[in-house]
């Protein structure tokens, strides 16, 4: 009985040891995304955050939110996915 603790405890702690690192990469995404979005708004001549999404909103604008949006998909793999 007692072994097979020492089996459970190594295992569980080699999967912490292998997921510590998805948070982090998950934030760094998310960040690189948001500063991919301000750059498209300023490129635009637009501020990121002060655009509504109403009926007269520039088509470049939304683009530029579905740009985001796709990025943070992508992103939210890498917060579950286990990192080295």
Not at 40 to 57: E, M, N, P, Q, R
């Amino acid at each position: 009985m007692r072994i097979s603790m020492v089996y459970v405890f190594i295992i569980l702690y080699s999967t912490v040891l292998i997921t510590e690192g998805g948070p982090i990469t998950y934030a760094a995404c998310v960040a690189a995304c948001n500063a991919a979005a301000v750059a498209c708004y300023a490129s635009l001549g637009f501020v990121f955050g002060t655009v509504t999404a109403g009926a007269g909103t520039p088509a470049a604008v939304l683009a530029c939110n579905a740009a985001q949006s796709a990025c943070w998909v992508g992103c939210s793999a890498g917060g579950v996915a286990p990192t080295p």
